[in-house]
């Protein structure tokens, strides 16, 4: 067995004896069974005001981030649409509270607007990037938005991850021009300096995770970059060439559009917080956990072993039937919260040298034509 547990919730004890705290001291509600009213204190400050960079290197104090997660927990207990979009658990067993429409815009075009909902963040780092592509190359065509998330998250028809709010579809651009629908491409359909323009974007200008697409685009992707100048030894990380994995990852099936993942810090970094607190108030539901079926497992041991249900588990799969594979990882729901992994970590941007710098120095060697290595398939 093998769990992937979601990244979620300040430590469930440590919760609740907050809650329980502030409730003591809140007025109660009208009748017995009524949850108790919490009052803000006169000088809490907004989530905006203490959240607008949710992981400052240096905090102003070390009561900082008590009393940021003091705020957190009571907006969630009084008002919980108020904390904004929240990114819970992993892409591939995740929920999405909160969410947010991918709008319509002139420089894009929304597929199925039923599963293009998404963070604030996410949405943000589309449309910087696509904008950046139309500031580099003025015209440009539409690209086409594919599949985000459901707007509660979970499972998202015939996807493994989308769950969480923090992955998006997104077509190429095409020397055609505008496209209604993802189309697979080879080097000679494709619009190369605005399809690299747009991942460059994604590397450069938002906190990307990963970018997914298959190997054969890669490579024409990679020439192409060496040809418009890029530095070889920056392309070589950002393509995985080098010992570091990738950000530009091949993904069987992609040869159409790039799936692409990011990071969250605002919508991670508040569910984190939150989460156990919403599970408890019926917010949310509970979390899901990661399980890899070993042999002569079924449903009904599953659900018994994790104090679930069959029908939640086939619910949280898509599953038309009660066959399980073996060595195959299945999304199970729990009752019980996780153990907070910690605060939400976002790397730095891999961005490339400065050119005087490059101007200075040797050019960094290749790493040959070497594909990186395949990723599990999202």
């Known amino acids: 067995m ?3 547990r979601l990244a979620t919730g300040t430590r469930a004890l440590a919760v609740l004896a907050l809650l329980a705290g502030l409730a003591a001291a809140a007025p109660a509600a009208d009748g017995p069974d009524a949850p108790p009213v919490l009052d803000l204190p006169a000088e809490l400050p907004s989530l905006d005001d203490l959240l607008l960079d949710p992981a400052p290197p240096e905090p102003a104090s070390a009561e900082a981030a008590p009393r940021e997660a003091e705020a957190l927990l009571v907006t969630a207990q009084t008002d919980p649409a108020a904390l904004g979009p929240l ?11 909160n969410p947010v ?18 963070t604030d963040e996410t949405i943000d780092a589309v449309v910087t990037a696509i904008e950046a592509v139309e500031a580099r190359h003025p015209g ?7 599949d985000l998330s459901n ?6 028809n015939r996807h493994k991850s989308h769950q969480a709010g923090r992955d998006v579809d997104i077509g190429f651009y095409y020397r055609s021009g505008d496209a209604g629908s993802f189309r697979a491409a080879r080097k000679k359909d494709l619009d190369l300096p605005r399809t690299w323009a747009l991942v460059r974007a994604f590397v450069t200008e938002t906190d ?17 970059a060496v040809e418009e100048g890029e530095d070889r030894g920056w392309l070589n990380d950002v393509f995985g060439r080098t010992s570091e994995k990738g950000i530009i990852q091949h993904e069987r099936r992609h040869k159409d559009h790039f799936h692409v993942r990011f990071f969250n810090p605002r ?19 509970p979390p899901m956990v990661r399980h890899r079926v070993k042999r002569g497992e079924t449903l009904g041991s599953l659900a018994r072993r994790y104090g679930t249900s069959v029908s939640a588990i086939r619910a949280a799969n898509g599953l038309r039937s009660s066959r399980l594979r073996a060595g195959r990882s299945y999304t199970i ?22 050119p005087s710098a490059r101007a200075a120095a040797p050019e960094s060697s290749g790493a040959g034509a070497e594909e990186p290595a395949a990723a599990e398939q999202r």
């Open 2 to 4: 093998r769990l992937t």
């Open 87 to 97: 990114s819970i658990g992993t892409p591939d067993a995740g929920l999405l509270v």
């Open 101 to 118: 429409p991918f709008p319509e815009g002139a420089l894009w075009t929304v597929r199925d607007p039923r599963e293009a909902w998404a």
């Open 140 to 146: 440009s065509p539409r690209v086409v938005i594919g």
């Open 151 to 156: 707007p509660s998250g979970g499972r998202l």
């Open 208 to 224: 990307v995770e990963r970018v997914f697409v298959d190997r054969s685009l890669i490579s024409v992707l990679f020439a192409h």
């Open 267 to 285: 919508a991670q970094e508040r569910a984190r917080v939150v989460y156990p607190v919403l599970v408890e108030t019926g917010v949310a539901p």
């Open 333 to 354: 729901p729990i009752r019980k919260t996780p153990p907070d992994t910690g605060p939400v970590v976002v790397p730095p941007r891999r961005l490339p040298p400065d």
